[in-house]
C-alpha cells in the first residue's frame, strides 16, 4: 500500500512509498481506510528534521496525525463498516504515569507517551491504519472530508474546557473572548467561542485573503493591527500564534481577573525587550491567570466531534483551502499563500 514516510533526523526525506507493509495487528484491532490526513506546522518540522521519532526497531516513519478514515473492520462490534472515523493521536505511557493512568494522556508527566506520526507510533499517511477500537473517535457521516479537522478541533476544545474551570472561581462572567491568529487552530478557536454565545474577536496579520472574510461569516470582529491598538482588554485570550511579541502583548492587555491561555508553540531564538518585573505586577495585582495547553484525551476528541456536527458546513468547508491527491503530496507540505488548512486525499 501507500504511505507518506520520511527518515526521521534527515532533512527533506519525504517520499511517497508505494509498497509500505500493510499495517500490523498489533498496532490495534480496528482496520481503517483512509480518506485524508491534515496538513499542519507540526509536519513541516518532522520534515526539516526538527524532531519525530520512528516506531521501535524501524528506520521510516509515516507521517500524518490528522486523520479521516472509514472503518472496514472492528472485531468489538462497536463500530461498523463505512463508520467514519479520526485516530486519537496520543496513546499514554507504559509506565503508566498517575495522569496517563486515569485516561488524560495529554497531562503525561514523564514524556514517555507515544503519538502517531510524530513519536514513536506510525502515522495516518497511508492507504490503511490499524488503532485500538477505543482510540478511534466516530464521527457525523455527513461532515464527510470536514472530519478531518477533528485533531485541530480536540485541541481547542480541551483549551476551552480549561478556560471554562477558571471561570468558575469567581461569580464574574467573561462576555468576549480575542483570538490570536487566524489559522486552522485559531479559527476553531473562534469558532467554539462563538458557540459559547461570545463576542469573538480575532487577530491576524492578513488583511486580504480567506482569513477576514471567514471572521466575519461566523459573525465575529476581524483585527489586522497590533494588540496594544485593539481599544478593548479582553476578558479571555486564545494564544494561537506563539510569536513572542503576541504573546507578551496578550499578557499585557488582557482584563482584570482575565484568562490568557496559550496553544502556540514558539520556535525560540527570538528576544524581545520587555519589562518582566511590571508584567508580573500587572498579573498578580489583577488575579489574572496565563496557562499552556497541548494536545486532548478522549473527552476532548469527543466535545470536538459534537462541536463540528453543530457547525455550519459551509463555513468549515472554507477553511480546507487546498486539497491535494496522495500521489502530488510534494505540493501539500509545500506552504502557498492564503493557505488555511490543506489536506492530502487518499480516496
Not at 484491532?29 to 507540526?42: K, N
Not at 493512568?101 to 506510525?122: F, P, S, V
Not at 488503532?131 to 479537522?149: C, R, W
Not at 494536545?295 to 487546498?322: C, P, Q, V, Y
Request: charged share 25%.
Amino acid at each position: 500500500m501507500r504511505a507518506l514516510t520520511v527518515t526521521p533526523g534527515t532533512k527533506d526525506s519525504l517520499r511517497l512509498d508505494p509498497d509500505f507493509p500493510e499495517p500490523a495487528e498489533r498496532e490495534g484491532g480496528l482496520l481503517v481506510e483512509a480518506v485524508a490526513v491534515g496538513v499542519c506546522g507540526t509536519d513541516r518540522e518532522i520534515i526539516a528534521a526538527d524532531y519525530g521519532e520512528a516506531p521501535p526497531g524501524e528506520d521510516r516513519l509515516v507521517i500524518g496525525h490528522e486523520s479521516l478514515g472509514r472503518v472496514v473492520e472492528d472485531p468489538t462490534g462497536r463500530l461498523k463498516w463505512g463508520d467514519l472515523v479520526a485516530g486519537i493521536v496520543r496513546h499514554p505511557d507504559p509506565v503508566p504515569c498517575p495522569n496517563c493512568a486515569a485516561g488524560q494522556w495529554d497531562m503525561c508527566r514523564n514524556g514517555q507517551y507515544t503519538e502517531h506520526g510524530i513519536k514513536g507510533l506510525d502515522g495516518f499517511a497511508r492507504d490503511r491504519w490499524r488503532i485500538e477500537p477505543e482510540h478511534a473517535v466516530k464521527l457525523d457521516q455527513s461532515l464527510g472530508l470536514l472530519g478531518v479537522l477533528l485533531e485541530p478541533t480536540s485541541v481547542v476544545a480541551k483549551a476551552w474546557e480549561l478556560i471554562d474551570r477558571f471561570v468558575e472561581r469567581d461569580p464574574w462572567e467573561p462576555e468576549n473572548v480575542l483570538v490570536t491568529g487566524a489559522g486552522p487552530i485559531g479559527l476553531l478557536a473562534a469558532l467554539l467561542g462563538q458557540e459559547r454565545g461570545l463576542d469573538v474577536h480575532v487577530l491576524d496579520l492578513a488583511t486580504d485573503g480567506p482569513k477576514p472574510q471567514l471572521t466575519h461569516d461566523l459573525g465575529a470582529t476581524y483585527h489586522s493591527k497590533p494588540v496594544h491598538e485593539l481599544g478593548f482588554a479582553p476578558d479571555l485570550v486564545l494564544e494561537c500564534t506563539g510569536a513572542a511579541p503576541v504573546v507578551f502583548g496578550v499578557m499585557d492587555a488582557v482584563g482584570p481577573c482575565g484568562i490568557v491561555c496559550l496553544t502556540g508553540v514558539s520556535s525560540g531564538g527570538h528576544q524581545i525587550p520587555i519589562d518582566a518585573g511590571a508584567l508580573n505586577r500587572a498579573l498578580v495585582l489583577e488575579n489574572n491567570v496565563v496557562f499552556g495547553s497541548v494536545n486532548a484525551n478522549a473527552r476532548h476528541w469527543k466535545a470536538g466531534a459534537e462541536a463540528l456536527s453543530s457547525a455550519d458546513r459551509t463555513w468549515l468547508d472554507r477553511l480546507i483551502t487546498r486539497r491535494v491527491s496522495v500521489e502530488d503530496y510534494a505540493q501539500a507540505y509545500a506552504v502557498q499563500e492564503g493557505d488555511i488548512k490543506v489536506v492530502v486525499e487518499f480516496t
